[in-house]
């Protein structure tokens, strides 16, 4: 950073007969004088890496929050508290994720110990997290772990039941001390806005024009410290919208801020569109027993215990309407009409069995059943 009387670089660009150029020139901090050197060709983030600032770090020393799985600066975290924060962070707020870690550990403290658990035990420890995918990709890694023990690098992490380039680089970098960058939604905005990278940073150029900006980033630095720093400043300050510009270690040096446009990067990813799923969702009630099925392949809740549909069971009376339920997953929009029986049936078809009561908790791990049984006045 440039002293009190240190001259401070620039950079700007114009556009004329020869297509659009930059030009670099130097400022005294009173903005009394400047000089303007000779135009360049403009170059891209590529072409200027940035490596990050010391600011930087020195502000998430005095702004870190304490989380769990975190440990002091210099110690290296345990991979198994890493693998299954960031796993549960996935999708999920971090307030809500804070609690249930520390509950998962109180049962699983080791991923030996995770390893032998059975799946239902580990979908019911996950209600309520949504994307079920996760748990049952967590307990597939957790067994494979227990019996070759842990890799070292990102690229071996990577090869684990659904640990994609984000979780295999922090478990790499933040327990095994591998120089790795880690681009989470934090950090891609963030270095699209000092960088001022457009374009689409999901995929082709843009995706390799923010990976190198990323690699720059951690040049020559504590790859771990800059990594957790960079994420920390994008959940606290650089915002999605109403980036705190004012309060940021790197509004020097921040393109975006420069321009007075932060909001404008990164560029929206494309939104898929939704789903409409509408089913008539039967609650059948025997004493103190309810129906449930084992949602089939192709289903939204595959493998869960669900509810059985309307067209599912052949019933000799009418069952009671208990309005609708109205849900979201994953890109669908979900709408149940609830209705109640309490006719006896004979052979149950395949696939279903009766719950008692005091099980559903257990069975149940998807919000999206326990709403339609609380609409039918029979809550868990």
């Given at each position: 950073m440039a002293g009190p009387s240190e001259a401070k670089g620039f950079l700007f660009s114009y556009s004329g007969d020869s297509g659009t150029r930059a030009v670099?020139?130097?400022?005294?901090?009173?903005?009394?004088?400047?000089?303007?050197?000779?135009?360049?060709?403009?170059?891209s983030v590529t072409d200027l890496p940035m490596q990050a600032p010391l600011s930087l770090e020195r502000w998430f020393s005095s702004r870190r929050r304490d989380l769990p799985w975190r440990?002091?600066?210099?110690?290296?975290?345990?991979?198994?508290?890493?693998?299954?924060?960031?796993?549960?962070?996935?999708?999920?707020?971090?307030?809500?994720?804070?609690?249930?870690?520390?509950?998962?550990?109180?049962?699983?403290?080791?991923?030996?110990?995770?390893?032998?658990?059975?799946?239902?035990?580990?979908?019911?420890a996950w209600a309520g997290l949504g994307y079920y995918s996760r748990v049952r990709n967590l307990l597939r890694c957790a067994r494979i772990l227990a019996q070759e023990g842990w890799p070292r690098f990102a690229?071996?992490?990577?090869?684990?039941?659904?640990?994609?380039?984000?979780?295999?680089?922090?478990?790499?970098?933040?327990?095994?001390?591998?120089?790795?960058?880690?681009?989470?939604?934090?950090?891609?905005r963030v270095l699209s806005r000092?960088?001022?990278?457009?374009?689409?940073?999901?995929?082709?150029?843009?995706?390799?024009?923010?990976?190198?900006?990323?690699?720059?980033?951690?040049?020559?630095?504590?790859?771990?410290?800059?990594?957790?720093?960079?994420?920390?400043?994008?959940?606290?300050?650089?915002?999605?919208?109403?980036?705190?510009?004012?309060?940021?270690?790197?509004?020097?040096?921040?393109r975006a801020c420069r321009d007075g446009q932060p909001e404008r990067f990164p560029q929206p990813k494309p939104r898929r569109e939704a789903t409409d799923l509408e089913a008539e969702v039967l609650v059948l009630i025997n004493e103190d027993r309810i129906l449930l099925r084992r949602?089939?392949?192709?289903?939204?809740?595959?493998?869960?215990?669900?509810l059985p549909e309307r067209s599912q069971l052949r019933l000799e009376t009418p069952p009671d309407d208990c309005g609708l339920v109205r849900h979201a997953i994953t890109h669908h929009r979900i709408r149940w009409r609830i209705l109640r029986s309490r006719e006896r049936l004979g052979r149950i078809p395949d696939g279903m069995e009766w719950c008692p009561r005091p099980l559903l908790p257990t069975r149940l791990v998807s919000s999206l059943p326990r709403k339609a049984l609380e609409q039918a006045g029979v809550p868990i």
């Open positions: 670099e020139g130097r400022v005294s901090p009173r903005r009394e004088n400047f000089q303007i050197s000779k135009p360049r060709e403009m170059r440990t002091p600066p210099g110690v290296p975290r345990d991979p198994w508290q890493t693998l299954l924060s960031e796993t549960m962070s996935q999708q999920t707020r971090l307030e809500v994720v804070v609690p249930r870690f520390e509950q998962w550990l109180a049962l699983w403290p080791s991923v030996e110990e995770f390893s032998r658990s059975q799946e239902e035990d580990a979908l019911a690229h071996q992490l990577r090869k684990l039941p659904g640990v994609g380039p984000y979780t295999a680089a922090a478990i790499a970098s933040f327990a095994f001390g591998e120089q790795v960058p880690m681009i989470d939604g934090n950090v891609l000092v960088g001022a990278i457009a374009g689409d940073l999901h995929g082709g150029p843009g995706k390799r024009r923010l990976e190198a900006a990323a690699t720059a980033w951690i040049s020559g630095r504590d790859a771990a410290v800059v990594n957790e720093a960079t994420m920390e400043l994008g959940a606290l300050v650089c915002l999605p919208r109403s980036p705190m510009c004012h309060s940021c270690p790197l509004a020097e040096t921040c949602a089939g392949a192709g289903e939204l809740l595959k493998g869960h215990w669900t």
